[in-house]
């Protein structure tokens, strides 16, 4: 195996945990995102609400150029900033759900507020699955945009090379490096 650069494995380990966060993603829009305890327990999981289909679709988007960006050189920026924005978009699908609900994210019933009482008193609160999702679409964006930060993009100038300096067979005059003719 060839020994990879130190931006090489930053990019290749960010492409791997952003491949699993996506995973991660994927697991959260199947657990309940909303739970009832009135009567008896009833939950409602992500992927049977507009939301969560939503999200679990960029999840799967995310997931997918999470894994062409591990297992290739060519566009690995590319992959892993299309992989962060569909983080971001899982994250506000996500939010939204949370909003659609009435003070589900508003001061705790013990402090006060009529409808977040009321809410509390009915036993309606967000789950599991809606706090997976969200921590896994932030780690998502988190960890592709550090790949895709480190990823350097290789500018080739024609006619134009890089040359040590202090390299035989140059010479330095004013402000740089050239090679002697």
């Not at 999470?66 to 994250?91: E, K, Q, Y």
């Not at 609160?125 to 998502?140: E, F, H, M, P």
Request: one cysteine or more; proline letters at 5%; aromatic letters at 8%.
């Amino acid at each position: 195996m060839p020994m990879l650069s130190p931006e090489q494995r930053i990019t290749s380990t960010a492409s791997k945990a952003s491949a699993i966060s996506a995973g991660v993603l994927i697991l959260g829009t199947l657990l309940p995102w909303l739970s009832v305890t009135f009567f008896s327990a009833a939950t409602l999981s992500g992927v049977r609400l507009w939301e969560g289909k939503i999200a679990l679709i960029l999840a799967f988007l995310a997931g997918a150029m999470a894994l062409t960006a591990a297992v290739t050189d060519g566009n690995r920026r590319a992959m892993l900033m299309g992989s962060a924005i569909c983080g971001a978009l899982a994250f506000i699908a996500c939010v939204v759900f949370a909003f659609r609900f009435n003070n589900a994210l508003d001061i705790p019933p013990v402090l006060g507020g009529s409808e977040a009482v009321a809410l509390a008193d009915a036993g309606i609160g967000l789950d599991a699955g809606w706090y997976l999702s969200i921590a896994a679409s932030i780690a998502l964006v988190g960890f592709a945009l550090w790949g895709a930060m480190a990823h350097k993009q290789q500018q080739h100038v024609p006619g134009m090379e890089w040359v040590e300096p202090g390299t035989p067979g140059t010479h330095t005059t004013g402000g740089g490096a050239h090679r002697q003719p």
